[in-house]
């Protein structure tokens, strides 16, 4: 613990001084690392799970989609900066604590974000606001791990935004929110996998079955109607949006999906 709160204020002390250049070079670091980390993790989850697909497999990759998604990175660079300097000038604080309030920041922010969000994406796809915020995420009816990137830069501010408005209001424990910016990535990831690395018994468990999985996630993609969640499912089940056959389709592809899909492509 000593160590740590040590190392705290060293990196606290180093990121207090850095210069704009220095703070945006690492930061850029981070989230390519981040970027790469979801491809390939994604990339050996995808080969590991393939008996388990969720969606049918995706159209070839694009350079449109490539491109996007290395804007994004560079996007959450920038989000990252504007975080970065309102924590310089006191607008977002940080306490040091490692014990349990620190632990309890975990689940208080995924829920906070995740009613937050689920509006937020619920706000997207709104007729008027959906072709200029949302439609592009929605061109990968068949997710991909890049599919994570593949946004509208407008919508990506949006939930940067709103991330910042949070721990901006919410004291936040440096590790509690370290923990849950790096479970963040790890929802993100796993909903975008095309193939389900859950087993089954997932959504039988009590608690655990209200967290999201890839089947969840999957499925929004596939009908714009429902599952609108990022962490839990419990905001879609409180406002009546989870999709009716959730559970009988979890771990596999809708038979929706392979209905509207030619066979060549379902292979
Ligand atoms: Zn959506
Ligand atoms: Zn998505």
Not at 169 to 196: D, I, K, Q, R, T
Not at 234 to 258: K, N, S, V
Request: net charge positive; glycine share 6%.
């Amino acid at each position: 613990m000593i160590g740590m709160s040590f190392r705290f204020e060293e990196g606290s002390q180093w990121l207090q001084k850095a210069s704009l250049s220095d703070a945006g070079l690492m930061f850029l670091f981070e989230n390519l690392l981040i970027f790469v980390l979801v491809l390939l993790m994604g990339d050996w989850l995808v080969r590991r799970y393939r008996h388990r697909p969720v969606t049918v497999p995706p159209a070839p990759l694009t350079r449109v989609e490539i491109v996007v998604a290395l804007a994004n990175v560079v996007l959450n660079t920038l989000i990252t900066l504007l975080g970065w300097q309102m924590w310089k000038h006191g607008l977002i604080r940080f306490r040091t604590d490692v014990g349990w309030a620190a632990v309890a920041d975990v689940p208080a922010l995924l829920l906070i974000m995740d009613l937050l969000m689920y509006w937020l994406h619920r706000v997207a796809h709104l007729r008027f606001l959906y072709p200029y915020m949302h439609l592009f995420h929605h061109r990968y009816e068949r997710v991909r791990p890049l599919t994570l990137f593949a946004l509208n830069p407008v919508e990506n501010l949006g939930f940067g935004c709103l991330w910042l408005a949070v721990i901006s209001v919410y004291p936040a424990s440096w590790l509690g929110m370290s923990v849950y910016l790096a479970l963040n990535v790890v929802f993100g990831a796993v909903g975008h996998l095309g193939v389900e690395p859950l087993p089954n018994w997932w959504v039988k468990t009590p608690v655990i079955r209200y967290l999201t999985g890839s089947s969840f996630h999957a499925q929004h993609h596939q009908d714009l109607h429902y599952n609108f969640g990022f962490y839990t499912l419990l905001w879609d089940r409180i406002f009546g949006t989870l999709r009716p056959d959730y559970h009988q389709c979890y771990g596999q592809i809708p038979m929706a999906e392979r209905e509207k899909t030619p066979l060549s492509v379902i292979g």
